[in-house]
């Protein structure tokens, strides 16, 4: 069984993907195009990235699902794929991932505001994300068995979640 991941960054750095549109960009996607789509498209383009990922020795690759919120998706006319674009990413970055390495759901910004500066509400980014990871965790819900169903929240009471940020000094900020 692998370590609890928290208990290996004890002990010592944990390597990271590198960027996933960067990769996706140098196997042809278009500067403008919504990167998701290829988890149905080219699962097989998206499969080697996170498989070549890994043989660099990355201990934990992202899932290709940054822009995998329904606000996000709706850029493109998605709106109605969000669980097939993260289910189909998680799917398939387990079945290439090797014995005790990690897989990470990749949740990005929605890129809109909430209001009052922008047309969202806090429920409608809740429910947005919710959908995201709900398609995230139904793949390690099927190696159990289980699957969320409607509205239900999925079961995360054994997940370990953690976070990665990126914060960027703007010079208005």
């Known amino acids: 069984m692998k370590p609890d ?13 590198g960027g996933m549109g960067t990769m996706l960009f140098a196997a042809g996607l278009v500067d403008g195009e919504s990167p998701e789509p290829w988890n149905w498209e ?4 998206v499969s080697a990235i ?15 699902t940054f822009g995998g919120t329904a606000i996000k998706l709706s850029e493109v006319n998605l709106e109605n794929r969000v ?16 014995e005790g390495r990690y897989a ?18 806090r429920d409608q980014f809740q429910a947005t994300f919710e ?11 099927q190696d159990r ?3 969320s169903v409607g509205n239900q929240p999925p079961d995360l009471s054994d997940s370990r979640p953690h976070t990665v940020l990126t914060v960027e000094r703007l010079h208005f900020g």
Do not use: C
């Open 5 to 17: 991941i928290r208990d290996l960054a004890r002990r010592r750095l944990i390597l990271y993907d």
């Open 42 to 45: 080219k699962p097989e383009v």
């Open 50 to 64: 996170y498989r070549a990922y890994y043989e660099a020795g990355s201990d934990v690759v992202q899932t290709n």
């Open 83 to 98: 669980h097939d674009a993260n289910y189909l990413a998680a799917r398939a970055l387990v079945q290439v991932r090797p």
């Open 104 to 121: 990470a759901g990749d949740v990005g910004p929605t890129g809109k505001f909430m209001q009052p500066m922008g047309e969202y509400t």
């Open 131 to 141: 959908a995201q990871v709900a398609g995230l965790v139904d793949e390690r819900q």
């Open 145 to 147: 068995g289980l699957r």
